[in-house]
């Protein structure tokens, strides 16, 4: 079964420095989206992406994130410059179609530990 | 009011216990639903989606009552790999974002 995958699967910086996550969709899938937990948390929205362009984003997304799809196959969520809030799993998904009833699959996520 | 909320639990069962769990939402325009199950530090797993009508997927049932704004979801035969932690979802409109519930945590015991 086709399934989401992310690199790296636990990624340690240190605060104030630059990083991206990395996320290679489902062959398919046209709409992409990341999601984050924090530690004893739920699951959180952080942005939905398709045709090249952000679709939504919530309140966390704000200018220290940003995504590209920078060729066919990958999926990036970059922060600028790291928090120690940060500190999270970072969860890509992806679908076929936008419709709100295709459930999203999900890749197994990266840790972000920010020292 | 939170948007999705569920009871957290956790809930200890016996082997092959039917358990129950409830959830509710708070926007009446919500779309879809879905239960998802996750593992300890693991992805986010589709369970099954949630159909106006109620669904059945082997020992998992799941219920819907949009004029309570409450999803439900019983499983019968409890197995020991049954244990996890049982995850509410709302889709709210067209745009695909998912809202989640904090979860209900399952544990069945021998």
């Known amino acids: 079964e086709p399934e989401v995958t992310q690199t790296p699967s636990h990624q340690v910086t240190q605060m104030g420095q630059e990083v991206i996550l990395r996320c290679v969709p489902i062959s398919n899938h046209l709409y992409f989206y990341w999601y984050r937990q924090i530690l004893g948390q739920k699951v959180e929205f952080l942005v939905s992406?398709?045709?090249?362009?952000?679709?939504?984003k919530s309140e966390i997304f704000d200018d220290q994130f940003s995504v590209e799809r920078p060729d066919g196959s990958n999926f990036t969520l970059k922060i600028r410059s790291t928090k120690l809030e940060d500190s999270a799993m970072y969860f890509c998904a992806s679908t076929y179609a936008g419709y709100s009833n295709q459930p999203q699959h999900f890749g197994d996520g990266t840790r972000l530990s920010i020292l | 009011r939170k948007e999705v909320e569920q009871d957290p639990g956790p809930f200890n069962v016996p082997e092959g216990a039917t358990v129950a769990f409830n959830c509710t939402y708070s926007n009446s325009a919500s779309q879809s639903f879905f239960w998802y199950r996750q593992d300890c530090r693991k992805e986010p797993k589709l369970l099954m989606s949630v159909y106006s009508s109620g669904n059945e997927d082997g020992r998992f049932t799941a219920q819907l009552n949009r004029a309570s704004q409450y999803i439900s979801l019983l499983i019968r035969d409890s197995k020991l790999s049954d244990s996890a932690t049982y995850l509410c979802v709302v889709n709210e409109g067209n745009t695909g974002k998912l809202i989640f519930g904090q979860g209900t945590t399952l544990q069945v015991k021998p």
């Open positions: 992406f398709y045709n090249n362009e952000i679709s939504e």
